[in-house]
């Protein structure tokens, strides 16, 4: 059953505390996506790597906000230091980029269970 | 302005009856539209996308899509109490390899009545 895989489900830190959030994609999927989804904003794009390599993080407050992905497995989001105003649900989302089945694209986006965060 | 616009709701039909969620967008290169359903603390999940103006049928949902209007809407036909969710409308300037950035409007919550 192949599905994307987040960790933590659940974190509450307190304010200036490094919080780290990881994510597995789907094997075979080349595109990850960094998406955060509050009440107020929805789902906003954070960051966006395609064949590991980033392609758009405008989304993301540089200043304390970092996405990598070391490994084909593995990407990560980063904040140091958190602030209140970064509770929200963080999404990772892989799909495929380019044609698939049929030469259709589909741009279907797999997203994994996400990562609650509450700063106090 | 916003990108893509969504009546936020909630929108509340009886059980059996058309719901029809509509969805507007700013961009007029966006070439690719996607509708998600996300229930209640799970993750947005694909139901349907259309690239071509016209309606796309699938199941008891049609997806229905304009662009010079730069609009799309999905129907659900015979609305049951499990379609209740949120509805999220997502747009796609690309299309094909070149281009995957989804831009997600804020979704419409939408209540089927027993």
């Known amino acids: 059953d192949a599905r994307v895989t987040q960790t933590p489900r659940d974190k509450v830190t307190e304010m200036g505390q490094e919080v780290t959030m990881r994510c597995q994609p789907i094997?075979?999927?080349?595109?990850v996506f960094w998406y955060r989804q509050t009440m107020m904003q929805g789902l906003e794009l954070l960051a966006y790597f395609r064949n590991r390599a980033p392609l758009d993080d405008s989304g993301m407050p540089k200043d304390r906000f970092s996405a990598e992905m070391p490994d084909a497995t593995l990407a990560t989001l980063k904040i140091q230091p958190s602030e209140p105003r970064d509770s929200a649900v963080y999404f990772c989302?892989?799909?495929?980029?380019?044609?698939?089945?049929?030469?259709?694209?589909?741009?279907?986006?797999?997203f994994g269970e996400g990562s609650r965060l509450t700063v106090l | 302005q916003k990108e893509v616009e969504q009546n936020s709701g909630p929108l509340s039909v009886p059980e059996g009856a058309i719901a029809s969620l509509n969805c507007t967008y700013s961009d007029r290169g966006s070439q690719s539209f996607f509708w998600y359903r996300q229930y209640s603390g799970k993750s947005p999940e694909l139901i349907m996308f259309?690239?071509?103006?016209g309606d796309k049928e699938d199941g008891r949902f049609t997806a229905q899509l304009n662009k010079a209007s730069q609009y799309v809407s999905l129907l659900i036909r015979d609305s049951q109490p499990s379609d209740s969710a949120t509805y999220l409308c997502a747009v796609n300037r690309g299309f094909g390899a070149g281009s995957y950035q989804l831009t997600f409007g804020k979704g419409t919550k939408l209540s089927v009545i027993p």
């Open positions: 989302a892989s799909g495929l980029s380019g044609q698939g089945l049929a030469g259709v694209y589909t741009g279907e986006l797999f």
């Open positions: 259309i690239y071509s103006n």
């Open positions: 094997l075979g999927h080349n595109t």
